[in-house]
């Protein structure tokens, strides 16, 4: 899947949730989507370093640290 294919299935899901919202406000969009994603990102690139924290935090551009803290998080640890 592309990086365009990827937007375009966010925004679709954004457009159906603002659409099954109808009247109602939206509110922390932001921290929904990114808390929403965020963990089958996490759990797609440390599959794909084979559970190595230093080699997917660098895939992602992040601390390692930081990497193991959005783990633990999303109870991934």
Not at 25 to 35: A, D, I, K, Q
């Given at each position: ?14 457009d159906?949730?603002f ?59």
């Amino acid at each position: 899947m592309s990086k365009d294919n990827i937007q375009d299935v966010v925004r679709k899901s954004l457009d159906k949730y603002f659409r099954d919202l109808g009247e109602q406000e939206p509110s922390n969009v932001y921290e929904m989507v990114v808390l929403t994603v965020e963990k089958p990102i996490l759990e797609a690139v440390m599959a794909r370093a084979d559970g190595n924290q230093s080699h997917a935090a660098e895939m992602l551009g992040i601390n390692r640290n930081t990497l193991r803290k959005k783990l633990q998080q999303h109870g991934l640890l």
